[in-house]
Antibody, heavy 118, light 107 residues
Framework: EVQLVESGGGLIQPGGSLRLSCAASGFTVSSNYMIWVRQAPGKGLEWVSIIYSGGSTYYADSVTGRFTISRDNSKNTLYLQMNSLRAEDTAVYYC????????????WGQGTLVTVSS | AIRMTQSPSSLSASTGDRVTITCRAS??????LAWYQQKPGKAPKLLIY???TLQSGVPSRFSGSGSGTDFTLTISCLQSEDFATYYC?????????FGGGTKVEIK
């Protein structure tokens, strides 16, 4: 059974850092396209970052230079390192598996809430 | 970026009703469109991809149609478990973008 479990969210002050984790089971993270998507309170969905099976990474303009996506193949886990956090980064962050290079999301984690506030 | 516009943003309906949600892309996206259902406090769930292909396990009362710029999601006979927010998503090009959502509420 495919499962994605996020962790690492919490309350953080503006300018702070946080690392989110997404532990996968039922499939191999390194063989798939993996993505982070976020949803601000009461808002819609916004893609944040993607890592290709080959290792290439891409970011939304809003997080470029501040966020880093990575994976640990030995742990079958996806990460999102978030630095210089801003109030507008407050959201539930979901990891998801992307079907193909350009595709839709067939499996999602349950989400982890990041609140950036002083 | 391709803008995805959903309408209506919300609707009220009764169990048993036929419900149609529209998604319009700011440029042609062929059939590279997916639909998701999201319930409060839960992750989105894939319903339909390639505009009209039902994801495994999704009830047949859900259907999708369209190509190019105009798409629809239809729920043929609304059930109590279908009250949720629905999102469309294009995967024709990067950045992948979502519609703003349509909340289906109980009348």
């Amino acid at each position: 059974e495919v499962q994605l479990v996020e962790s690492g969210g919490g309350l953080i002050q503006p300018g702070g850092s946080l690392r989110l984790s997404c532990a996968a089971s039922g499939f191999t993270v390194s063989s798939n396209y993996m993505i982070w998507v976020r949803q601000a309170p009461g808002k819609g969905l916004e893609w944040v970052s993607i890592i290709y099976s080959g290792g290439s990474t891409y970011y939304a303009d809003s997080v470029t230079g501040r966020f880093t996506i990575s994976r640990d193949n030995s742990k079958n886990t996806l990460y999102l390192q978030m630095n210089s956090l801003r109030a507008e980064d407050t959201a539930v962050y979901y990891c998801a598996r992307l079907v193909n290079f350009l595709g839709y999301f067939d499996y999602w984690g349950q989400g982890t809430l990041v609140t950036v506030s002083s | 970026a391709i803008r995805m516009t959903q309408s209506p943003s919300s609707l009220s309906a009764s169990t048993g009703d036929r419900v149609t949600i529209t998604c319009r892309a700011s440029q042609g996206i062929s059939s590279y469109l997916a639909w998701y259902q999201q319930k409060p406090g839960k992750a989105p769930k894939l319903l339909i991809y390639t505009a009209s292909t039902l994801q495994s396990g999704v009830p047949s009362r859900f259907s999708g149609s369209g190509s190019g710029t105009d798409f629809t999601l239809t729920i043929s006979c609304l059930q109590s478990e279908d009250f949720a927010t629905y999102y469309c998503q294009q995967y024709y090009t990067y950045p992948l973008t979502f519609g703003g959502g349509t909340k289906v509420e109980i009348k």
